[in-house]
Nanobody, 121 residues
């Protein structure tokens, strides 16, 4: 069982930046693929970014060039640096862990409770 706890959400103006963190309780954290997803009110959960155990990354087209996912296997943590945020990116952001990674939510076994990101105009 892996427990994931997100932090770093909050209120930011459009064009601003936030850095989300996800702390994982996993003895073999380095073997997991990690992902960030988000869900806006009334919308389905969508993929934002992922990073595999080997460090390869992939991003949703909508965040490419603005968001950066990274991981620190010594700290059992994964991060999401978000720049140039837009109001439509207001959502609850979730951290997830799995063995396969990629953009499909079904590839992830464990999910955090989420952290709210609100981008004001």
């Amino acid at each position: 069982q892996v427990q994931l706890v997100e932090s770093g959400g909050g209120l930011v103006q459009a064009g601003g930046s936030l850095r989300l963190s996800c702390a994982a309780s996993a003895r073999t954290f380095g073997s997991y693929a990690m992902g960030w997803f988000r869900q806006a009110p009334g919308k389905e959960r969508e993929f934002v970014a992922g990073i595999r155990s080997g460090g390869s990354t992939n991003y949703a087209d909508s965040v490419m060039g603005r968001f950066t996912i990274s991981r620190d296997n010594y700290k059992n943590a994964v991060y999401l640096q978000m720049n140039s945020l837009k109001p439509e990116e207001t959502a609850v952001y979730y951290c997830a862990a799995g063995f396969f990674g990629g953009s499909g939510s079904a590839n992830y076994l464990y999910w955090g409770q989420g952290t709210q990101v609100t981008v004001s105009t």
